[in-house]
Structures are given as structure tokens and as C-alpha cells.
């Protein structure tokens, strides 16, 4: 089944490309340290009711409680800081586990219309 059938609309769509491609790069700048030598690995999971995705780089993970906060008024002229939040705006669920590197889980559900 393909993402698009699961009914998300086009918002969703750009939503869950934003998050994905975000994890992405945060694995392969943060974790893996623009090492080219090591893979970021991407999971994608369909279901009738979520889109769901993996995203595992093999860096030794981070302490989210001492992140700097996103939107300090003092760093926002910062090109980076906030793919973490945005990740956790555009999608549903999202989840970190440290085990032998970093690994997001985010999921987007699908919405159904009770009108129809």
C-alpha cells in the first residue's frame, strides 16, 4: 500500500516528508557525525490507521533534558535547534531509544471522516 493511500492529504504529506527528512539529517549530522563510511538506516512501516517510520544512525545518542530549548529567543537567528520540534509538531507520536545508536519512531495516524 502506498503512503498516499492511506488518505492523508496533502498537508499530512508535507508534514511527515518535513519529519522524516529532519530525522534524516539530524542522524547524519548528529549522530553519525558526517561520517559517509556509516549508514543511517529508515524503517517505513504502513498500516490501515498510521504511517509509521524508523529512523536509526549508530552516534551514541544525547540527553534530551539538556537540549537547549528550541525557540530561546537568544539562539533563534540559529540555522538549527529545532528539528526535534518539528519532528514532534508534524507527527503524532514521536519516540527515541539508545541502543547501539539513536533511533527515532515517529507516527502519523490517519484521520477518518466520520461524514462519509
Same mark, same amino acid.
Given at each position: 500500500?502506498?503512503?498516499?493511500?492511506?488518505? *492523508?492529504?496533502?498537508?499530512?504529506?508535507?508534514?511527515?516528508?518535513?519529519?522524516?527528512?529532519?530525522?534524516?539529517?539530524?542522524?547524519?549530522?548528529?549522530?553519525?557525525?558526517?561520517?559517509?563510511?556509516?549508514?543511517?538506516?529508515?524503517? *517505513?512501516?504502513?498500516?490501515?490507521?498510521?504511517?509509521?517510520?524508523?529512523?536509526?544512525?549508530?552516534?551514541?545518542? *544525547?540527553?534530551?533534558?539538556?537540549?537547549?530549548?528550541?525557540?530561546?529567543?537568544?539562539?533563534?537567528?540559529?540555522?538549527?535547534?529545532?528539528?526535534?520540534?518539528?519532528?514532534?509538531?508534524?507527527?503524532?507520536?514521536?519516540? *527515541?531509544?539508545?541502543?547501539?545508536?539513536?533511533?527515532?519512531?515517529?507516527?502519523?495516524?490517519?484521520?477518518?471522516?466520520?461524514?462519509?
Amino acid at each position: 500500500m502506498a503512503l498516499g493511500r492511506l488518505l *492523508f492529504d496533502h498537508e499530512n504529506m508535507c508534514n511527515i516528508t518535513l519529519a522524516v527528512v529532519e530525522g534524516g539529517i539530524n542522524a547524519i549530522k548528529h549522530g553519525n557525525k558526517e561520517d559517509i563510511a556509516t549508514n543511517v538506516e529508515f524503517i *517505513f512501516h504502513i498500516d490501515d490507521d498510521k504511517f509509521t517510520v524508523w529512523v536509526k544512525d549508530r552516534g551514541c545518542g *544525547f540527553d534530551l533534558d539538556v537540549l537547549n530549548p528550541p525557540l530561546n529567543l537568544d539562539e533563534l537567528h540559529l540555522p538549527e535547534g529545532r528539528g526535534i520540534l518539528l519532528m514532534q509538531a508534524m507527527m503524532d507520536e514521536v519516540e *527515541f531509544t539508545f541502543e547501539e545508536g539513536t533511533c527515532v519512531k515517529m507516527v502519523k495516524y490517519v484521520v477518518v471522516d466520520s461524514d462519509t
